[in-house]
């Protein structure tokens, strides 16, 4: 095994996580290698200050303070759930909104008839131009005649051609 | 008494079972919790809220498995939840707690190396990322096996052994500053 390749697994080899095969190989190495048995027991030496930093640092619960947080986890699990308050007074918002729904589909349908008009919705324009048609039956509409004009540029002389709907020729000016 | 009867026992709600199944544990879980978030009542928060999950779904623990590496998985992933909510850096590391151990006298040379090697351990344990930092103290402070670290986090032991290398490196680097 290579330094460079022995250099990547001394982290693991420090803390004896490698997998043997492993191990074994990289322990042949650091025993012949001055540079990376250097690195080796740097490895060990940082791990070894900080896992008894990591000791001392360990505190434990004082007898009294253990008991009352497992109290509390015990009591907050089998704490019961709340009650539902009975039939009449629960939530009574939701049951008003059942009894208008309810009325509403009712009304719907015995008399659909009712709820009609307010699908049917027309603008105030077409309700009124369906009461009052804004051409009169008598006379012909405006769009019913069709005025062409045509204009010399030479001589200024201007025809007007006056054709039905039917492009049928009326008169011209 | 043995675990599997504590276990039935503390299923059918009753507490002293409950807390004899966890005693063993409690140290551990507390002192895992600080070392992710390095303050004392914020590890005491993370391990009641533990605490609290564990009783509840303890229904749901299955027992061919192992009941520590479970009760670990809870605690960390409750301390994991605690830092992603957390945006802050880690508050100041209490400084009452001093670097001797128990009983052991020390002269003011000694004590301000050791104060001065004890912060520095903190502060690699601060840059090292969520995930570094659970395998590390997992596999490094609490003394589980690579397969173990590996049930309790969830990931693979190929997985572990990368993030474990990552933190060692970090860690000798910071030292070494």
């Not at chain 2, 000694?110 to 502060?123: A, Y």
């Amino acid at each position: 095994m290579k330094c460079n390749k022995v250099r990547r697994l001394l982290p693991l080899s420090a803390g004896g996580d490698l997998k043997t095969g492993q191990a074994m190989k990289v322990e042949d190495h650091i025993r012949n290698c001055p540079e990376c048995r250097r690195e080796y027991e740097a490895y060990r030496s940082s791990l070894e200050k900080t896992r008894i930093v990591l000791r001392e640092e360990c505190r434990d619960w004082s007898e009294e303070e253990w008991r009352r947080v497992v109290g509390k986890a015990v009591v907050s699990r089998s704490a019961p759930s709340p009650v539902m308050a009975p039939w009449p007074f629960r939530q009574v918002w939701a049951y008003v909104l059942m009894a208008v729904l309810a009325v509403s589909a009712a009304w719907l349908a015995v008399k659909p008839s009712a709820f009609a008009r307010y699908f049917q919705m027309e603008s105030a324009v077409v309700a009124q131009l369906r009461q009052e048609p804004f051409w009169d039956e008598g006379k012909k509409a405006a769009q019913d005649v069709i005025r062409m004009t045509m204009v010399s540029r030479e001589s200024g002389l201007k025809i007007v051609w006056l054709l039905d709907k039917n492009f049928k020729w009326e008169n011209d000016e | 008494m043995k675990e599997d009867v504590l276990l039935d026992r503390a299923l059918d709600g009753d507490e002293s079972a409950f807390e004899l199944l966890l005693r063993p544990h409690r140290r551990g879980m507390l002192n895992i919790a600080y070392q992710m978030c390095l303050d004392w009542e914020e590890a005491r928060e993370i391990c009641q809220d533990a605490l609290f999950k564990i009783f509840k779904y303890l229904h749901s623990f299955k027992q061919d498995r192992v009941f520590k590496t479970w009760l670990y998985r809870i605690t960390m992933n409750t301390a994991l939840d605690t830092l992603k909510k957390r945006s802050t850096q880690a508050k100041i590391v209490d400084q009452k707690s001093v670097f001797c151990a128990p009983g052991e006298e020390m002269n003011p040379e000694n004590i301000f190396l050791s104060k001065e090697l004890k912060e520095r351990i903190m502060r690699c344990l601060r840059s090292l990322t969520p995930r570094e930092k659970s395998v590390f103290l997992l596999r490094d402070s609490e003394g589980f096996s690579i397969r173990e670290t590996a049930e309790i986090l969830g990931f693979s032991s190929s997985s572990i052994r990368t993030h474990l290398s990552r933190a060692r490196k970090k860690i000798r680097a910071q030292l070494e500053k």
